[in-house]
């Protein structure tokens, strides 16, 4: 399995900024796709998960109501659309995939894509 993560940027408060994470290598649909962060001196942490093959979502509480994940099978390519943006949400934005059931816990993620830098500022 292979993960690009692009799309990140500078943003002011308030704007918006949509991630794309290209994925390839999938065997089956019983993978999930999620979107991680990290910001400067803090541990990475959860954003959202999608299930390749039902398109499940979930959220972590601090990005929901602002921010949705989903997928286009046909590109085999996972969006993360982040809107109202604040200046607490800027981090370096990953992807991750794992076969089975979503989690939060960054080691249960066995493939990663490189990050992507999203800054909110004025």
């Known amino acids: 399995v292979q993960l690009q993560a692009s799309g990140g940027g500078l943003v002011q408060p308030g704007g918006s900024l949509r991630l794309s994470c290209a994925a390839s290598g999938f065997t089956s649909d019983e993978y999930v796709i999620s979107w991680f962060r990290q910001a400067p001196g803090k541990e990475r942490e959860f954003v959202a998960a999608?299930?390749?093959?039902?398109?499940?979502?979930y959220y972590a509480d601090s990005v929901k109501g602002r921010f949705t994940i989903s997928r286009d099978n046909a590109k085999n390519t996972v969006y993360l659309q982040m809107n109202s943006l604040k200046p607490e949400d800027t981090a370096v934005y990953y992807c991750?995939?794992?076969?089975?059931?979503?989690?939060?816990?960054?080691?249960?993620?066995?493939?990663w894509g490189q990050g992507t830098q999203v800054t909110v500022s004025s």
């Open positions: 999608i299930s390749w093959g039902r398109g499940v979502t």
């Open positions: 991750a995939a794992r076969p089975g059931v979503w989690s939060i816990i960054q080691d249960d993620y066995a493939y």
